[in-house]
């Protein structure tokens, strides 16, 4: 068989059609409202003093340093009622 006489007798082959995509719908993003952060408070712990005497209470603490080793070294002590 000659070239040509193939080439006439071969069947055509179908071109598939292609299938027409269908395009999504953009979905519009609703804007989310921005909640305002609460400042949260800084708890302070506050430190149970170990005794009851006015000494050891926070704002005589100092003071009661001084007085307690005023009572340890008198000499200390007057050096400190002169300031």
């Known amino acids: 068989m000659h070239y ?43 430190e149970r003093p170990l005794s009851r005497s006015p000494f050891s209470r926070p704002l005589c603490r100092s003071a009661g340093l001084i007085i307690r080793s005023a009572w340890a070294f008198p000499k200390l002590g007057d050096a400190v009622m002169e300031l």
Do not use: G, L
Request: proline share 0%; no cysteine; aromatic share 0%.
């Open 4 to 46: 040509a006489d193939i080439t006439a007798t071969k069947k055509k082959k179908k071109k598939k059609k292609k299938k027409k995509k269908k395009k999504k719908k953009k979905k519009k993003k609703k804007k989310k409202k921005k909640k305002k952060k609460k400042k949260k408070k800084k708890s302070r712990i506050r």
